[in-house]
């Protein structure tokens, strides 16, 4: 009988059946390549060194690299960037005996030419096809500077800001993380890997990572498996389900194992359970670590369990090079674990084409003509508006208008370029970075007078500057204050004790405030930070992370309204320290707090409230939105796959402005076998509207959404009520319905 199929599913079809046919292909070149291989030359394919830009402690015991590299003993560089550095290395590599080009990889964690937002930054824009975008923007200007491969997205759930590293992720959601991660991954790897806008990415660190005790990196994990696989496994496996060809492991235990050689993530999740095709590479020296750790007796051990466990490539710690062909020899690891890794990772370099032309990502002129593009710093401005969040605005003080002429910009941030550009920087050009005093000027036009005092440094002690700060303040009609955190204050190895607004800076607010001036802060770092007194006297606040290249422009944009802030806070952000870890997710417990003034034999502190300071998915507007009219298309939900309840709302913009709000859908499962959290992130819509418009919002609710990880770790939804909350922060709660389980 003949079929008949609509054009997109004939589309699709024949899509399939081309990526199984290249599959076939790539594996039979694969094979055939790896019948011609010496043991010494499979391991070397094993082994990724580092340039000479370094990120992590230098390894002394390496040799020659080049020397290595000729003789098919190394199968990727990190740290090697552009056109002319790639191509001669590479060049190397095909003089060696199989002429296997080398893979190119690098930290590209939030652009490569052009520096978008802070990874946490971009997460608080809470806008999918913007984050998207900007990992693919990073990808071509790296797929046309010779890169082959990013170590990035970072999909840790981070909860404790002490930990530096929460700037490099999506912030405390699991499901917001998992969104995240599949745009990124989609934006990195383009429409195919292969295309010469499409770099390999990485989902890192696998895992738990960002669990590490007491926020200090580095440091080991203790950790429930309810809680692996409930907050911390699901932004992995929304990565590994988008096609991310390789996975990173990390340098943390999880509940005394390393993660590097632990066979249960990389062997049994991974590569079994979640059937990921592609490799897995160690982090940093992570395979050596294991010794230090206390968990191999020596680098010939860790490499041992380290390839066990599956690690495909290690990273810079020469454990593979010098130990694996030994092993495989005396017999205690079977050549089909070097094999199995070693045809993970040929595959990938086929896919990306480097067999047909190893200097495909090499071109001098692609290289000028994509850093060139100006299309680029567009997006990167766009980006990092959508990522402000504005925390307060008293009075309606925001946004600016232009009669107000007499400005005073003062903090250690407010005429920084370098600090606006982040962590992990590879090849930006810091003088075309915009500082928020020249975006300023740029944008308020010659009739606004804008004065610059630096206050005090970022870090340090000294007052010696609060005297001209204030002066300048008295003499203003306003005053903008730009406080935070360095952009070397974040990121890896960076962890803080104390998240308060770093050195004096909180009391040259004090004093300016003082003054009695209307004063707008505007915050800056790559983590939440705590600062109450510019909580309580700011007349507003904006939190504006660090912003990339853009920063100036975006802020300023925001500041005079030409951009409406529509930016949600992916992170909580604690009152005192004391609280950490604090997230939106906390349980009801049995004794929970009904009334803040009374503690009495109740789950609270005596000397601060339970609640944060800024809550999850929190943000303002300078508009506002009603939501009114829930209907519910069922007030009960089977087990079956099919059944679906529509719950709609209608949304209003009430206020004067165009703006964007992020409706927020949360779910809690009120009587369960495992005790769920009081609220779960469910879905959510960026949405939209102009002033005085109204539409109707849709959230489909289905067996999915209301299951969790039960004891035996299976995936269940369990009969019974669920609360359903939709609201514009996990503490303003504006709707809500009960929705019932049934068999
Ligand atoms: C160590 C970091 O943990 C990892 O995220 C990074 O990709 C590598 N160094 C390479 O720089």
Redesign the pocket.
Known sequence: MMKFFSLPSLFFLLAIQATVAQDVKINKRVDSLMKLMTLEEKVGQLNQY?GSVV??PVNDAKTNMLNDIKQGKVGSM??VRGVKDTREIQAVALQSRLKIPLLF???VIHGYKTIFPVPLAEAASWDLDAIKSAAHIAAKEAAASGIHWT??P?VDVGRDPRWG?VM?GAGEDTYLGSKIATARVKGFQGEQLGGLDAIMA?A??FAA?GAAIAGRDYNAVDLSNQQLWETYLPPFKAAADAGVATF?N??NTINGIPATGNSYLQRNILKGKWNFGGFVVS??GSIAEMVPWGFAENQKDAALKAITAGSDMD??SLAYKNNLVKLVNEGAVPIALVDDALKRILYQKFLLGLFDDPYKFSNLAREKKVMADVKHPQIAREVAEKSIVLLKNNGQLLPLTRDTKNIVVIGPLAHSRKDMEGGWIVASDTTKVTSLYEGLVAKAGKNVKFTYVEGCGINGMSTAGFASAVAAAKSADLVIMALGESAEMTG?AKSRTDIHLPGVQEDLFVAVKATGKPVVSVLMAGRPMIFNKVADQSDAIVYAWLLGEQAGHAIANVLYGDYNPSGKLPSTFPRSVGQIPLSYQTYNTGRPVTDPKDIRYKSGYIDELNSPRYAFGYGLSYTTFNYTNLKSSATTITLTPESTVQLSFTLTNTGKYAGAEVVQLYIRDLVSSVVRPVKELKDFQKVMLKAGESTTITFTIDKDKLSYFNQDLHWVAEPGAFSLMIGSASDDIRLSATLNLTQ
């Open positions: 580092s990120t992590g990190l740290n990889s690098l930290d170590f990035a970072m590293r490099e990485c890192k660190h990572y990173m990390s340098f982090d940093w990273m810079e890896e």
